[in-house]
């Protein structure tokens, strides 16, 4: 190529750089998910976290050399997304790789050839930078390369010294930058001026390991890691003013736009920023999406969330009203199916996904704006400058509005809200939920951390054996290590074998006894942590000390009773992939004695229908008697024999693929039946949905199926008694009495109604004349919300222009005040519903409403007197 760069295609450069490293013996090996293997982070956020195993000598490469365009999602900036020339949540990483070949001399060399050569970079365009500590480098590029030593830059360890997160490989780096104004000369070079400097090639020589602790460590192997930013590439070969303006992002940023009805290059920067962010969140949502992340309020799942909702209040400030998502990923998908053909054989599942999130969301913007313009005029109205945490924290826990999307519209309205006090109200939240029965694990694991140096890990026995002779390791008691324990005891005992299951994959713990000599302790749970069997029980008999010799027997009823049901939940998903959707896929499960609960990823309720079917071939594929086939292989192997995993779930290089030929393949640790006709029967007791997009069925099987139909009949014995019918009967008696309270409830309603009107007549004669105005501001006693309002129109229709304030204490500790203004007194300035508001935080409560309309509560019925007179009292003096 020339020295002068050519335009060139985001295509174009992504084949051109994998092809360059092809010719010089690296194997080009497809991206990685953007779901990582390392469960440090959240998403893959570099080209080399494929690699990372290998770097620290974990795993043995297949080739020495590789070369990848690896998609990678970065939120930890997303606020500058859109406002500068370079930040995106979504980016392409080419990379060349070295695995223990060649280091910092031919990576080097090969990062100026294909800088210079191959895409045509004059050397007066390029200036690098090393590690301020790294002489070596910088004699390569002053000496081998030929750099000026102007041009090569010095820069410490928040610049050069490259990591891959907390923990992991690191080390030293070197980068390449585009000078776009060279003719300023080399003095006084400023590499953070990013309107003259671009960094497109970071070549990082990984020699380090750094642990938790921050300590680093030689690597086994010296190795390369390199990353060249394609939308960079793109933006220097392209000649645009930014990334976003590259055929990589801009036909996203052209199809909001049409969408919208406006012009890019005749658009405000307002309206510039929301384009931008939306033609680079798409591409994240795409691509996650396409990676079989769902959107939920955890974890990726929540982070996938967020990117729709800017996407979707984007779409809104450039004035789409509409669902519009769907036709931006389209494009998404169009530009890049070539490279990632998966986005187009997701294609459904993308736009279905998009769908249902920007529906949702769409609703929940249009309570959460409303209730956040009344926020932000109160604020302003105050004189303050903050949202309080508490407001932030009502519209987040009330109409699901992000915190983020909150900070977005206080900033654009020169507010701030208060994180502290919102992180407070959330945390007070979080310890209300809190579950007391996880809070003996921490001891437990904190003291097993310490014994794990002194005992072996337990050998798990019981896929072939309901009873083994063991040794008891260790002894915990309230999580302290002992050792020995008393009949009475509450103990947590470590064998070093053991025929119990612990609980995990969903399934709970067997239950059981331990005996030896004159020892006898029941067993009510088994929990596995770091690969040591903790068995929760308490000593019935005797005295168990460390280093006995024991018998571990489970109870093989339980262990009869889970199997049944976990079984139950392989055979249940095959249906739900068979009936509904074969896209669907496992989101959680519980495998206990007496039921099954499945939760799975699915957009909608199924029908009665479907759950009659699914039910049905569930018990067809029992009574068919289909023989377990249990293997352990190659993850690999498992997963090419179709083996269905678990999404998200870390698995070892080698699998236990629980198999029922024509029906079922999972990977599966739990315990199972040897054949299906081993359950008996299967029953759906009820399907529902528990967040947005997840379902979940609940059912029972196996001898579980007895206890649920004793008690069904139980209730329907005692209900028939009650009722003097038959059970038949029972539907028919029940519908009968709901039509009598309904009719009931109606006449009562009115009766109140009616005693309310009755009681607010008598009041007509104590209006007070305030001006042009008449206002009444009185107490009825025992009225209830609905006719105290109802009570307060009838009364302002009657004395025409004016107010009325009307309050009541309906039930004990409820407080309820309505207020009722006619149009002259708005004009005034006078509005029912913030005036209303602020009356009833005296009675310690708060409401609003309409203009002309409103209604308020409190808790303090001792106040209720003293708020009446605060109202008589602002209504004379704003009307007099």
């Keep these: ?470 040794k008891v390791e260790a002894i915990l008691v309230e999580g302290v290590s002992q050792e020995e324990a008393e009949v009475g005891t509450q103990v947590q005992i470590i064998l070093d074998k053991t025929p119990f299951y612990g609980e995990s994959g969903g399934q709970i713990g067997d239950r059981g006894y331990i005996s030896g000599d004159g020892i006898v302790v029941w067993v009510e749970d088994v929990k596995k942590e770091s690969d040591f069997f903790v068995h929760f029980g308490r000593i019935e008999r005797g005295t168990l000390r460390v280093g006995d010799n024991v018998t571990a027997q489970i109870d093989p009823a339980c262990r009869r009773r889970a199997q049944a049901n976990h079984t139950a939940t392989h055979l249940l998903q095959a249906a739900l992939k068979k009936i509904v959707d074969d896209d669907i896929s496992q989101a959680g499960s519980l495998v206990s004695f007496d039921r099954l609960r499945f939760d799975f990823n699915c957009p909608r309720a199924l029908t009665a229908e479907e759950v009659q079917q699914i039910e049905e071939q569930v018990n067809t594929w029992i009574a068919e008697a289909h023989a377990a086939n249990v293997e352990v292989l190659p993850l690999a192997e498992a997963k090419a024999r179709g083996a269905v995993a678990m999404f998200g779930e870390k698995y070892g290089e080698e699998v236990r693929v629980i198999d029922f030929p024509s029906v079922s393949m999972e990977l599966c640790g739990g315990t199972h039946v040897s054949n299906t006709a081993e359950i008996g029967v299967f029953k759906i007791i009820s399907e529902a949905g528990v967040a947005s997009g997840v379902r979940r069925i609940e059912a029972v099987s196996g001898p579980a199926i007895l206890d649920y139909l004793n008690l069904r009949d139980k209730v329907v014995k005692d209900l028939s008694d009650r009722f003097k019918v038959k059970p038949e009967e029972l539907p028919d008696r029940i519908t009968s009495l709901q039509s009598e309270l309904r009719n009931s409830q109606k006449e009562l309603e009115t009766l109140k109604v009616q005693l309310a009107i009755a009681k607010s007549d008598s009041l007509l004669q104590t209006a007070q004349t305030v001006g042009d105005y008449k206002i009444i501001v009185a107490q009825l006693e025992d009225v209830d919300p609905e006719s105290l309002k109802t009570a307060a129109e009838r009364l302002l229709q009657k004395i025409g222009n004016g107010a009325v304030v009307l309050g009541s204490v309906p039930e004990v500790g409820k407080v ?51 708020a009446l007179q605060q109202a008589e009292s602002e209504l004379k003096s704003a009307l007099g």
């Excluded at 013996?25 to 570099?46: C, F, G, R, W, Y």
């Excluded at 400030?317 to 931006?328: P, R």
């Excluded at 302003?380 to 909150?406: C, H, M, R």
């Excluded at 009833?840 to 409560?845: L, Q, R, S, T, V």
């Design 816 to 866: 309820s005040i309505v207020a009722a203004f006619s149009s002259e007194v708005n004009k005034k300035g006078l509005q029912a519903g913030k005036f209303v508001g602020a009356i009833a935080k005296i009675c310690g409560g708060g409401g609003g409403g309409r203009p002309n309309l409103a209604q308020a509560g409190g808790r303090d019925a001792s106040k209720l007197p003293e």
């Design 1 to 470: 190529m020339s020295s002068n760069p050519q335009y060139l295609s985001g295509n174009e450069i992504r084949n051109i750089f994998l092809d360059f490293f092809a010719q010089r013996n690296h194997q080009i090996l497809p991206s990685a998910s953007l779901v990582p293997e390392d469960p440090t982070v959240l998403l893959t956020i570099a080209g080399m976290l494929p690699f990372k195993p290998i770097f620290l000598g974990q795993r043995t490469p297949e080739f020495k050399r590789a070369t990848t365009s690896q998609k990678c999602i970065r939120t930890n900036d997303i606020e500058n997304v859109g406002r500068t020339k370079r930040h995106h949540t979504f980016f392409e990483m080419l990379g060349n790789f070295s695995f223990g070949d060649y280091f910092k001399e031919q990576a080097i060399a090969w990062g100026w050839e294909i800088s210079t050569q191959v895409f045509g970079f004059s050397p007066q365009n390029l200036v690098v930078s090393v590690f301020e500590d790294d002489d070596e480098a910088f004699g390569i590029w002053r000496d081998q390369i030929g750099v000026p030593v102007a041009r090569i830059k010095r820069l410490g360890e928040d610049d050069n010294f490259w990591v891959s997160g907390p923990t992991g490989p690191c080390g030293p780096c070197s980068e390449i930058y585009y000078d776009f104004h060279p003719e300023r000369g080399d003095e006084n070079i400023d590499l953070e001026d990013d309107s003259r400097f671009i960094e497109f090639y970071n070549l990082v020589f990984m020699q380090y390991n750094r642990d938790a602790s921050g300590n680093l460590t030689p690597l086994q192997n010296k190795n390369i890691d390199t990353g060249m930013g394609l939308e960079r590439m793109a933006q220097i070969l392209q000649k645009v003013p930014n990334n976003y303006e590259t055929d990589l992002i801009f036909p996203i940023i052209q199809t909001a736009a049409q969408i919208a009805g406006i012009d890019y290059y005749k658009s405000d920067d307002k309206t510039k920023v929301s384009l931008k962010v939306i033609g680079d969140h798409v591409r994240s949502v795409v691509h996650m999406i396409a990676d079989e992340i769902r959107a939920s309020n955890v974890g990726r799942g929540y982070v996938l969330r967020r990117l729709i909702r800017r996407v979707v209040r984007h779409g809104r400030l450039i004035g789409i009203s509409g669902e519009f998502t769907t036709q931006v990923a389209e494009t998404a998908i169009a530009l890049s199916e070539s490279a990632y053909p998966n986005v187009r054989q997701r294609e459904a599942a993308i736009k279905a996904e998009l769908q249902r999130e920007e529906s949702n969301f769409l609703r929940t913007l249009d309570r959460g704006e409303k209730l956040l313009e009344e926020i932000i005029q109160e604020v302003k109205q105050q004189g303050n400058t903050q949202i309080s945490g508490e407001s932030a924290f009502t519209l987040y826990d009330t109409y699901g509005f992000p915190l983020e999307l909150t900070q977005e519209v206080a900033e654009e309205n020169n507010l701030t809200v208060d994180e502290a006090g919102f992180d407070a109200e959330m945390q007070k939240q979080v310890e209300r939920a809190k579950a007391a029965h996880e809070t003996i694990d921490l001891t437990v694991q904190g003291s097993l951390d310490k014994l794990a140096e002194h005992i072996q890990v337990t050998e798990f026995l019981g896929y072939t054996q309901s009873a083994a002779t063991a």
